[in-house]
């Protein structure tokens, strides 16, 4: 079993739907929960951060947690042709900055 | 305030060389990590240095190396580089658990 599983996508969402983007994880000890987009030949862009249980929002976005279930998820709303990308999520446990990806999800956004 | 600055951005070499990358981090950032992605294994932690000790090792063989200097710059070495080593080196620069990425260096080993 990986230890971070995301659908590979791709995901296709209608421009100004919600965009639903889901990620589970298998390490107990996880402690800390991101969410990176990364646009086609750059590199990963820091777009969310959630650190308890219950939901984050920043803007379009909101992340939730649940450690019991261990899964975390994000939602795009109003979903943008620019939101088109893959999403990426990682943890990190309780030493140091160590980031364990998931394969990331394609979200492609249609006008 | 400057992001996190790689260098070079491209590189090509040859099956047996060695090679040298740097990266300079967020300023105040002590944390410094690196990762190779590739279109098989995605993203994948290679190690971490905080204040100029290695605090985190992934599960790359010994041919992968780095250090960091007192002013938090890194460099990652490969050794004996393989076709396989093809791939792109993005170092993270941390700080209160964030990470922020880097452009990365784009390695090609032909």
């Known amino acids: 079993q990986k230890e971070v599983e995301q659908n590979s996508g791709p995901l296709s969402v209608p421009e100004g739907a919600i965009a639903s983007l889901n990620c589970t994880y298998s390490?107990?000890?996880?402690?800390?929960f991101f969410w990176y987009r990364q646009y086609s030949g750059k590199s990963p862009e820091l777009i969310m951060s959630?650190?308890?249980?219950g939901d984050k929002e920043d803007g379009r976005f909101t992340a939730q947690l649940n450690k019991a279930s261990q899964y975390v998820s994000l939602l795009i709303r109003d979903s943008q042709p620019s939101d088109s990308a893959t999403y990426l999520c990682a943890f990190s446990g309780a030493a140091g900055n160590k980031l364990t990806f998931g394969g990331g999800t394609r979200v492609l956004v249609k006008p | 305030k400057a992001g996190v600055t790689q260098t070079p951005r491209y590189l090509i070499k040859t099956r047996g060389q060695q090679v040298t990358l740097s990266c300079s981090p967020i300023?105040?950032?002590?944390?410094v990590s690196w990762y190779q992605q590739t279109p098989g294994q995605g993203l994948q932690f290679l190690f971490e240095y905080f204040s100029e000790t290695q605090r985190n090792k992934g599960n790359f063989p010994g041919r992968f190396s780095g250090r960091q200097f007192s002013n938090s710059r890194s460099e990652m070495n490969v050794s004996t580089l393989e076709l396989g080593d093809s791939a792109l080196y993005l170092c993270?620069?941390?700080?209160?658990?964030?990470?922020?990425f880097g452009q990365g260096t784009r390695l090609t080993v032909v």
């Open positions: 300023s105040g950032h002590r944390s």
């Open positions: 993270a620069s941390s700080l209160d658990s964030q990470a922020f």
């Open positions: 390490d107990r000890v996880s402690q800390s």
């Open positions: 959630i650190y308890s249980n």
